[in-house]
């Protein structure tokens, strides 16, 4: 049997085809089980004012441990979709006819990808800043200076300082004095608690990103909007820059 002297080259796939194909993105349990219920509640299949299953019966349903469904039940809380009642149990929350497009923008942020989160926070925070620093008084420095007091206070202490961090952006936030602003933040810290905390619990010392933030007061205090903004993105640079290294 006669061999080629050469075996011919493999055809080269399309390049549309090539193109069109995205990275796979693997959700943890807390991702998938949480997607379900939002898209329950988004769909109406659970209305307001019905009580969800125990969590031993949605962890047995769902194939999960009774921790994740624990942490799906925080987050959908802090989100306002559940409300908790000691002695009854958990419910979807009964909610302003106003909050629909809240809750589409909740949906949003939850099937985003990390750089649209990261490009939603440098919008809103750089903004916000300046608004706060053009609008601050020594009643808002104080309320800030003793955030931060508390969060070098809890340097050794994750569970406290980690969630600290993220408050005392809302409350950089409340200092700009826009209601608006301060509902829009509020579902971004939530996704940023969600997505992005625990990796800067790995990634940074706690008592540089103090210092980080006590830089940020201090542009702030300055009463200097352009300071402030510089400060801020200088910020977010640098944790943008320390996710994706990380992720490389």
């Known amino acids: 049997m006669a061999v080629p002297d050469q075996i011919p080259a493999l055809s080269q796939p399309d390049r549309t085809a090539v193109e069109a194909l995205k990275a796979v993105e693997v959700h943890s349990a807390v991702d998938a089980v949480l997607e379900q219920i939002l898209g329950l509640i988004a769909n109406g299949v659970l209305k307001p004012g019905d009580q969800l ?13 009774r921790s ?3 942490e799906v039940k925080q987050i959908l809380g802090a989100r306002g979709l559940l409300e908790f009642k000691s002695t009854r149990g958990c419910f979807v929350a009964v909610r302003e006819p106003a909050t629909a497009e809240s809750d589409a923008l909740a949906l949003a942020l939850h099937h985003g990808t990390e750089k649209n989160l990261d490009e939603a926070r440098r919008i809103l925070e750089v903004g ?10 020594p009643e808002k ?26 408050d005392f952006h809302v409350r950089l936030v409340a200092a700009a004095e826009n209601p608006i602003l301060e509902k829009l933040y509020a579902l971004v810290a ?6 992005q905390l ?6 940074s010392d706690p008592r540089d990103v103090l210092s980080i933030h006590r830089t ?10 352009a ?22």
């Open 68 to 70: 994740t469904i624990r």
């Open 128 to 137: 916000v800043i300046r608004l706060a620093a053009a609008r601050i008084n």
């Open 216 to 225: 940020l007061l201090a542009a702030v205090a300055s009463g200097n909007p």
């Open 227 to 248: 300071l402030a903004e510089e400060e801020m993105i200088r910020h977010l640079d640098e944790s943008h820059h320390k996710l994706q290294t990380a992720r490389d």
């Open 141 to 166: 420095i104080a309320d800030l200076t003793g955030a931060l007091d508390q969060l070098e206070r809890a340097v050794a202490s994750p569970t406290v300082f980690w969630p600290g961090t993220i």
């Open 198 to 203: 625990q990796d800067y619990r790995t990634l």
């Open 190 to 195: 939530t996704a940023t608690v969600t997505e």
């Open 53 to 65: 299953p125990s969590e031993t019966e949605l962890a047995r349903r769902l194939r999960v441990g």
